[in-house]
């Protein structure tokens, strides 16, 4: 059991003191008389707790509300994830440009997000001992995970994210290669890459792709790049140059860091870069990983609200106060 705002239970402290003010304040008369002698010849007179407990009633499901704001879970199972493996941040375009459907899949014309997509999702699959971070950039460049071992919540993201999500009227390949530098700045691993995938130029953004290198070369960080697009398509589609990738930018930024550049035509080419990646040196990472959590407080809430009109009905219908 586990209870994800805990600090809540604070609140089941109140109730009593609440509970006891108000037995102190009494409740309202049921009937008001100028004189109790009016009441003498009444005999076997016995006290109600009816009131008792309907008051009763109503800080149950007072207590069931606050617990259910502590959203207590179930957690199945918890694993320490023990992994030899390298660190990694991926930096996706997300481009405006990337919409483009220049890739032919089972003989589909599809967009090259539609395509890297999936791509970088085999990826992650195909990796599992590696900590794998993700950026994203087109005017901008943000980060949309943190360096994870639990892919699951990794692939997720990706399954979030798309062209829209941040503005894509831009390139800031600099800005992308700087934030996931930034990443794997203080971590003290063997191996630390960025693989970094777009389709265009640099056009944006406040730091140069090449001053981003420089950078990552100093800190012992190796870039894959690929470059996203079908030049024959392309023409085909009378599109211009912009819509293809700045290839000697990109080999430039491979070279300097000791890391290799792929073009990537097809779909198929995205799988050289396994077999490179895999001949890094490895370094150990250890992780707790949580599964399968099972929410409680849904539970909580009907119960109290099953409680709150029990309450209610009752209230109204058998233990009814006059008037």
């Known amino acids: 059991m586990m209870f994800a705002h805990p600090y809540w239970f604070l609140a089941l402290l109140v109730l009593p003191l609440a509970a006891w003010l108000k037995g102190r304040r009494g409740q309202p008369a049921a009937f008001v008389y100028s004189s109790v002698g009016l009441l003498g010849g009444l005999t076997n007179v016995r006290r109600s707790y009816a009131g008792a407990f309907l008051a009763v009633l109503r800080w149950l499901a007072l207590a069931l509300f606050i617990v259910a704001l502590t959203e207590p879970r179930l957690m199945k199972s918890t694993t320490e994830v023990k992994a030899s493996g390298i660190d990694i941040v991926c930096a996706l375009d997300l481009s405006g440009s990337m919409k483009t459907q220049d890739y032919i ?35 901008q ?64 953004g406040v730091i140069s792709p090449i001053t981003a290198t420089q950078a990552a070369k100093a800190l012992g960080v190796k870039i894959y790049t690929i470059g996203l697009g079908n030049r024959e398509i392309v023409q085909q589609m009378g599109l211009p140059e912009g819509f293809l990738p700045d290839e000697d930018m990109l080999a430039q930024v491979a070279q300097m860091t000791g890391g ?64």
């Open 105 to 139: 899949i089972n003989h589909q014309q599809v967009s090259r997000i539609d395509m890297a997509e999936p791509v970088l999702k085999q990826f992650i699959e195909g990796r599992p001992n590696d900590r794998i971070g993700l950026v994203v950039f087109a005017v």
């Open 141 to 204: 460049a943000f980060i949309a995970s943190p360096m994870t071992l639990d892919h699951d919540f990794l692939l997720e993201t990706i399954d979030q994210i798309g062209i829209g999500a941040i503005n894509s009227d831009a390139t800031a390949i600099g800005d992308g290669i700087t934030t996931a530098l930034n990443r794997l700045r203080e971590v003290k691993s063997k191996s630390k890459i960025i693989v970094l995938m777009t389709d265009g130029a640099n056009n944006s």
């Open 260 to 323: 290799r550049y792929y073009r990537a035509d097809n779909a198929e080419k995205f799988k050289a870069i396994y077999a490179e990646i895999d001949k890094l040196e490895k370094s150990d990472a250890v992780i707790n990983k949580y599964t399968e959590f099972k929410e409680l407080f849904p539970w909580l809430v009907a119960g109290g609200l099953v409680v709150l009109l029990l309450e209610i009905a009752l209230g109204q219908t058998l233990l009814r106060r006059l008037p």
